[in-house]
């Protein structure tokens, strides 16, 4: 793996070789993962995995050549629509959901001959940073299983370190790929707002969500990226333009290049991810970077920004649970109001609750200007504050999570303690620009640190390009379990 | 005490676009259950919306009809509110920032009813109530609907009428819609208040919700107008509500108590992008904007045709249109009009066959048997019976007046006159002592003798003039 620097390139390679069967290997994905050591999983597609694997075989045995990603196993986070397997968004609500159609993202995917080894566990509808609020319980670390693996997309992140799957495509609307790559000491990219289509992926916050990759290296997270980027007709909001693609500039020397550190996010933070960061500022610095430090005290309502428009955008989104056309629906129930009262109530969990009834109110007619008109205003704000910063510089450089992984119950008594887990990350979805976490090292527990980089909205040719020289530095990537620490 | 009617009305139209708002379902009246959509249009999770550009240019054309201005930085937001038939638990439409601000309508009295705005949303769903369960139909989900708000200038049932008429015929003229209120593409909500006459403020207001026929709309305000008078001559206060028309009992009922503000939560639909509209595209919808019916009435009447005639005509844009192209080729508007009001019009019963104006003979046939008329070779009773027999469908138009002027020529009409009146001796002499009526029976005969294809006329002046000269018959 060391040579590829990439595990999709390092099983293309044994499966073109023929050094392993597709069935061989797709079997061995299988094995750990009814393990089930992490609880990653909620769904696991074994028939279809194993089917698709067969016709890989014939294909290769056939002498055919196979597509890049052709064999290569991958999971899906559970708010992707997939054709006739269930998708439940981590709920009750949806425990038994099966959706009739696929999602652009995973379609592109199963096109380019992907193979689906099930649907990851995560926060229940993508609410949380800890994937405790999940339906089919928490998800553990893989480092240290008394720790929880980063939310929502808590079972991918999982499932990449833990060797359950080579790849897996989550989702991240404040923080949502990034913190639990961190946690789980991956490569997590959340692309620009438009870069990957939307459609069929079960929205929280629709201005803010954004799938992308989770990967063991900046090279994979770049194939993937390639490939699932692309213009959706049936997305309003995907980018119709070209698409800088990443993979042919990965290596471009990084000399010259002004990185800007923000200072509002070196304060206050855990001293051993600051100090971790102050290395990847020195690794910077040696491969010919200008580093400079700015200030943006406006950051600082970033936070309260998120909260109000998640809030709000989510209450809205999740109306249409309401246990007519699909989803959970009681045994008993008087009338229509009832059954609609009862769905949610029985089918939705607390987190989701505090949401709706948070966004409920932020919309309602006497609140609306203080906090939805109030918050949009800042987010325009801040989008064009962070333009002016751009023009300074070309990636900007700061921790991805204020502490690394914690313990389950971290937040207990306390959901905005949890919700501070995003103050870093959240800034990136507000102004839609593309944002990656990148492994730079360990606490004294052992536990991974992560680095995070942005880049102007679709520049994911720079961010990509910066986080794979850094990585050439120091990969500090460790695969604690399963299958891909077989390369 | 005297009081007047002040009336608003919101007025819901359905677009006759190829596809639906947001997707590309094509909607069908009368289509089974749950046919005509898809993921979509019934909001499954992960389903996005992409607005139809034909909805948005239809409803500029409706709002520039009526001199609106067009906002060319519009958005779509999300109303949101629960019922099963939405199945989204919101409704995309606009509230802050519609397409069509401003505008008026001019009544037949010239009165002007003022235009709030023009809005473009989604239709919802159906509910249909069956053996004492619930079914939801979402077909009509989705469906393009405009609503054209009103400010509140109504002042009697009868500009009600005419007000939602105007829309009806301003929309089928653009052909934006059909229009059909029985089948529920033109649906209104009434607003409707009173007070003392010479009062400034307006009294409390009451709305009746989703009527679709005319008569119950001016039966309606007629009802309720004359309920808010009685509360108030016997000093009571209206209640601000949501009534419901009860049809057989021709009243109003009240439905569910209103807040004084609305909950809907609007917020700017994320999955949108905003409406950005450049000028030239406007200006391009208002060059092709077709003649609208005050104009073509105005026209007709300057080519010589009857002001009843050119409304008659004009109510109906497929017969309007029809009138036009047989007037491309055709010298004699008058005849054209005549025939058309006269003849076909009796032969579509229904308002619905107007509309629909299904006939089977095309304008180049029509031309030619009025230009048959006018060329004096065939007589207006003749071409009455040609023009029926053709529109029951028992030949083409053209070959039966080809038909009757080859018979024509084959026979000699002063002969066959002279048969008739040798068949009918008696007739002539009651006629010649004054019995007017006995000359019909002449008459009689040498139709039946020419098969009905005499000009009437010609044959009367024949056997006037062979009585008065010609002494054999006495």
């Known amino acids: 793996m060391k040579s590829h620097r990439s ?106 001959g992907a193979i689906l080894l099930g649907k990851n566990n995560q926060d229940e509808f ?42 897996s495509i989550g989702t991240d609307t404040g923080g949502s790929l990034r913190q639990p790559a961190s946690f789980c000491g991956i490569v997590g990219l959340k692309p620009s707002y438009g870069s990957v289509s939307r459609y069929g992926i079960i929205p929280m916050a629709s201005s803010f969500d954004q799938a992308g990759p989770l990967t063991l290296t900046v090279k994979d997270a770049s194939i993937v990226y390639d490939a699932i980027s692309k213009f959706d007709e049936k997305d309003s909001s995907s980018n119709s333009q070209a698409r800088n693609l990443t993979y042919d500039s990965l290596d471009k020397d990084i000399s010259g290049i002004r990185i800007g550190i923000p200072k509002e996010f070196m304060n206050g933070m855990n001293s051993e991810i600051i100090s971790s960061i102050k ?195 120091n990969f500090c990537v460790k695969i604690v379990d399963g299958v891909n620490n077989l390369y | 005490m005297n009081y007047e009617l002040i009336c608003g009305l919101e007025t819901h139209i359905e677009l006759a676009t190829d596809t639906k708002i947001f997707c590309s379902c094509r909607p069908k009246f009368g289509a089974e259950p749950n046919t005509t959509c898809c993921p979509v249009c019934v909001g499954m999770p992960g389903t996005l919306p992409v607005l139809n550009e034909k909805v948005i240019k239809y409803a500029i054309m409706m709002g520039l009809a009526f001199g609106c201005e067009i906002n060319l ?22 509230n802050s920032a519609p397409i069509c601000i401003g505008g008026e309508v001019v009544l037949p009295n010239n009165r002007k009813i003022r235009i709030h705005h023009i809005h473009i949303e989604e239709d919802a769903g159906k509910i249909i109530n069956k053996n004492g369960s619930i079914f939801v139909d979402y077909n009509r989900g989705g469906t393009p609907l405009i609503e054209i708000v009103s400010e509140p200038d109504i002042r009697s049932p009868e500009e009600a009428k005419e007000y939602i008429e105007k829309l009806q015929q301003t929309a089928k003229y653009l052909k934006i819609s059909d229009g059909r209120m029985q089948e529920g593409s033109l649906r209104c909500d009434v607003n409707v208040s009173v007070r003392k006459i010479g009062d400034e403020n307006f009294g409390t207001r009451v709305e009746i919700k989703n009527m679709n026929s005319i008569t119950f709309i001016v039966n309606a305000i007629d009802y309720e107008f004359k309920r ?39 917020f700017a639909e994320p999955d949108i992008r905003k409406v950005n509209l450049n000028k030239e595209f406007v200006e391009g919808i208002q060059r092709e904007l077709p003649e609208l019916p005050d104009l073509r ?3 007709y009447k300057t080519l010589g045709i009857s002001s009843k005639s050119a409304e008659l005509i004009a109510r109906y844009v497929r017969i309007s249109d029809f009138l036009d192209e047989t007037l491309k080729k055709c010298k004699n508007p008058n005849i054209a009009a005549n025939f058309i009001i006269g003849t076909i019009f009796s032969h579509l019963n229904t308002e619905a066959d107007k509309e629909e104006f299904k006939i089977p003979l095309n304008s180049n046939e029509f031309c030619y048997l009025i230009d048959l008329i006018s ?38 009409i002063s002969s066959i006159c002279e048969e008739a009146m040798s068949l009918n001796k008696q007739a002539i002499l009651d006629y010649k002592n004054g019995t007017e009526k006995a000359f019909q029976a002449i008459l009689g005969t040498v139709m039946k003798l020419t098969h009905g294809k005499a000009n009437a006329e010609e044959a009367k002046k024949i056997v006037q003039e062979k009585i008065k000269n010609d002494k054999i018959f006495i």
């Not at chain 1, 993962?33 to 909620?42: E, G, L, R, S, T």
């Not at chain 1, 075989?57 to 991958?74: H, M, T, W």
């Not at chain 1, 038994?96 to 380019?112: D, F, G, H």
């Not at chain 1, 109030?374 to 751009?390: D, H, I, N, Y």
Request: glycine share 6%; net charge neutral.
């Open chain 1, 7 to 112: 595990i999709i390139l390092k099983i293309h390679e044994l499966l073109e070789t023929k050094k392993i069967s597709c069935v061989e290997l797709i079997k061995k994905y299988l094995d750990e993962i009814k393990k089930n050591k992490f609880n990653a999983y909620i769904t696991v597609t074994e028939n279809e995995a194993l089917n698709s694997a067969a016709l890989v075989d014939k294909k290769i045995s056939s002498g055919q050549e196979i597509k890049l990603l052709e064999g290569i196993p991958v999971s899906l986070k559970d708010v992707i629509s997939t054709k006739g397997i269930r998708t439940t968004c981590g709920s009750r609500m949806l425990e038994n959901y099966v959706p009739i159609y696929n999602a652009t993202c995973w379609e592109i995917l199963k096109n380019n």
């Open chain 1, 126 to 167: 993508a609410m949380g940073a800890s994937n405790e609020t999940s339906f089919f319980g928490p998800v553990k670390n893989p480092y240290d299983i008394t720790k929880v693996p980063g939310g929502s997309t808590g079972g991918g992140a999982a499932s990449v370190v833990g060797g359950l799957a080579a790849f």
């Open chain 1, 279 to 473: 290395n990847v500022i020195k690794t910077y610095e040696n491969l010919g970077a200008k580093i400079d430090y700015f200030s943006l005290p406006e950051v600082k309502y970033a936070m309260s920004i998120y909260y109000v428009l998640m809030c709000a955008e989510a209450s809205s989104n999740l109306g249409r649970f309401d246990g007519i056309r699909y989803g959970f629906r009681p045994k008993n129930y008087n009338n229509v109001e009832d059954l609609i009262i009862r769905s949610r109530s029985e089918g939705f969990g607390d987190e989701v609750k505090r949401r709706i009834l948070l966004g409920t109110y932020i919309l309602s007619s006497s609140y609306t200007n203080n906090f939805y008109k109030k918050a949009q205003e800042l987010r325009e704000f801040l989008t064009c504050a962070f333009a002016s910063v751009f023009e300074e510089f070309d990636i900007i450089l700061l921790p991805t999570t204020p502490t690394t992984a914690f313990g389950f119950d971290y937040a207990e008594d306390d959901p905005i303690k949890m919700y501070l887990a995003d103050v870093c990350t959240v800034t990136a979805n507000e102004i839609k620009i593309p944002a990656i976490s990148i492994p730079c090292g360990f606490d004294k527990q052992n536990l991974p640190i992560g680095v995070q980089l942005f880049a102007p909205r679709f520049r994911e040719d720079i961010l990509l390009n910066a986080a794979y020289k850094y990585e050439s530095e």
């Open chain 2, 73 to 94: 930085n519009s958005i779509m937001e999300r109303k949101n509110y629960v019922y099963p038939d939405l199945p989204k638990a919101y409704q995309i439409s606009q």
């Open chain 2, 228 to 266: 808010q008078v009685e509360i108030l001559a016997e000093g009571k206060k209206i209640a601000q509500e949501t009534r419901r028309y009860e049809e057989k009992l021709n009243q109003t009922q009240g439905m569910r108590e209103k807040e004084n503000v609305t909950n809907y939560r609007y």
């Open chain 2, 297 to 299: 009435i105005k026209r």
């Open chain 2, 375 to 412: 060329k004096n070779e065939i007589d207006q009773n003749n071409a009455k019976q040609i023009l029926i027999k053709s529109l029951e469908k028992k030949g083409s138009l053209k070959q039966l007046c080809d038909e009757f002027t080859k018979i024509k020529i084959d026979f000699d």
